[in-house]
């Protein structure tokens, strides 16, 4: 089945920083999704971004999806950014069931 | 519109016994999907129901099992519970199949 794979593992940053989380996928996907689950194990939707740029305030995504990637971009982070990032997607074409990466956890230091 | 619910938020069980988890999904959402998640296993697929029917299922054991109802409401049992059951279990819906899913807030079951 098809691969997602997250980069880095861990991440830790002072307040203030940037910061870009990598994804990756071993085939062709669709429905490519970013999701940041808070301490108390809520999964909370940031962006579906199949293709092309997305901007949400301080975050936004891109996904290449001819080269099998998609990038998260957090600016300016803040405390409340901390917890674990995830992307997932449905392979294309196959399984209908969404796929996970094992996660980014962010760590912002005030 | 109110988010994805689920009761019981958190359950103590011990090995051997069932339990049962209910998920109300977004009004007007059709798809209800449900995740196990671990430290070790991460966030792994259980099944997908769509107009009360088992759409998708994952790798699982028989004593995973899940129903939905003319409501969209859903329930997962497990049965026999194991140790290993332990575990973050979330629920998300979706107006339609291969939609963006929105997630619930998770029951947290400990197995004793």
């Known amino acids: 089945g098809i691969q997602v794979e997250q980069s880095p593992p861990d991440l830790i940053l002072q307040e203030g920083a940037n910061s870009t989380l990598r994804c990756n996928f071993s085939?062709?996907?669709?429905?490519l999704q970013w999701f940041h689950q808070n301490p108390w194990g809520q999964l909370i939707n940031l962006f579906y971004?199949?293709?092309g740029t997305k901007q949400n305030g301080r975050l936004s995504a891109t996904t290449v999806a001819t080269e099998r990637y998609s990038l998260l971009y957090i600016s300016s982070s803040q405390t409340t950014d901390s917890g674990v990032y995830f992307c997932?997607?449905?392979?294309?074409?196959?399984?209908?069931?969404?796929?996970f990466g094992k996660g980014t956890k962010l760590t912002v230091n005030p | 519109k109110a988010g994805v619910t689920q009761t019981p938020r958190y359950l103590i069980k011990t090995r051997g016994q069932q339990v049962t988890l209910s998920c109300s999904p977004i009004?007007?959402?059709?798809?209800v999907s449900w995740y196990q998640q671990t430290p070790g296993q991460g966030l792994q697929f259980l099944f997908e129901y769509f107009s009360e029917t088992q759409r998708n299922k994952g790798n699982f054991p028989g004593r995973f099992s899940g129903r939905q109802f003319s409501n969209s409401r859903s329930e997962m049992n497990v049965s026999t519970l194991e140790l290993g059951d332990s575990a973050l279990y979330l629920c998300?819906?979706?107006?339609?199949?291969?939609?963006?899913?929105?997630f619930g807030p998770g029951t947290r079951l400990l197995v004793l």
């Open positions: 009004s007007g959402h059709r798809s």
């Open positions: 971004i199949p293709s």
């Open positions: 998300a819906s979706s107006p339609d199949i291969l939609q963006t899913q929105y």
């Open positions: 085939d062709s996907v669709n429905n």
């Open positions: 997932a997607a449905y392979p294309q074409g196959g399984s209908e069931k969404l796929v």
